[in-house]
T-cell receptor
Framework: EAQVTQNPRYLITVTGKKLTVTCSQN?????MSWYRQDPGLGLRQIYY???????DKGDVPEGYKVSRKEKRNFPLILESPSPNQTSLYFC????????????FGPGTRLTVL | GQQVMQIPQYQHVQEGEDFTTYCNSS?????IQWYKQRPGGHPVFLIQ?????EVKKQKRLTFQFGEAKKNSSLHITATQTTDVGTYFC???????????FGTGTRLQVTL
């Protein structure tokens, strides 16, 4: 089944404790991205990647890191999480670029205490 | 950066009534995408509009792209409880590799 998977689905952590949210797609998509969703603010793009080893900042990149070492994986890294990063996070992928239909993962609900 | 305003933020209708959500930009858009997110779910792609004045239909959903390519609308005819969710528009911004979403319109449908 064609899909985007994210792990973990739920995470409660404490300020400053490094964490990684994994994202994987099995559709051989070139483009991958991360979004955070907060009430009243919609979906805001954090980082995106056009291809392996090519990443770029979205609208809200501060406090986040990403890497794209393999085509199928695009992990989101929070080196030192803070409470304002408490949010619902979505990974998405598409065939070529943001111009194409985005396929979203199921989401990761993160709480930073 | 480039933004898109989406209105209304929330609408509550009775089943059978029509519903419309609008997205407006101050600049000309290359295209616009629409997504639906059910409560507790993830966004799901509905459609993409590219041409000026374009109108596309999916059963009870009608999507329009303005003549000036600065606005778009999603109209649902005779809503059903299955239409409940938040509807987002999304536009390409920056280098055309970034995707910016509107704040969404939450639709509630009651019997």
């Amino acid at each position: 089944e064609a899909q985007v998977t994210q792990n973990p689905r739920y995470l409660i952590t404490v300020t400053g404790k490094k964490l990684t949210v994994t994202c994987s797609q099995n559709m051989n998509h070139e483009y991958m991205s991360w979004y955070r969703q907060d009430p009243g603010l919609g979906l805001r793009q954090i980082y995106y990647s056009m291809n392996v080893e090519v990443t770029d900042k979205g609208d809200v990149p501060e406090g986040y890191k990403v890497s794209r070492k393999e085509k199928r994986n695009f992990p989101l890294i929070l080196e030192s999480p803070s409470p304002n990063q408490t949010s619902l996070y979505f990974c998405a992928s598409s065939f070529w670029s943001s111009y194409n239909e985005q396929f979203f993962g199921p989401g990761t609900r993160l709480t930073v205490l | 950066g480039q933004q898109v305003m989406q209105i209304p933020q929330y609408q509550h209708v009775q089943e059978g009534e029509d519903f419309t959500t609008y997205c407006n930009s101050s600049t000309t858009l290359s295209n616009i995408q629409w997504y639906k997110q059910r409560p507790g779910g993830h966004p799901v792609f509905l459609i993409q509009l590219v041409k000026s004045g374009e109108v596309k239909k999916q059963k009870r959903l009608t999507f329009q792209f303005g003549e000036a390519k600065k606005n778009s609308s999603l109209h649902i005819t005779a809503t059903q409880t299955t239409d409940v969710g938040t509807y987002f528009c999304a536009i390409l911004t920056g280098t055309a590799s970034k995707l910016t979403f509107g704040t969404g319109t939450r639709l509630q449908v009651t019997l």
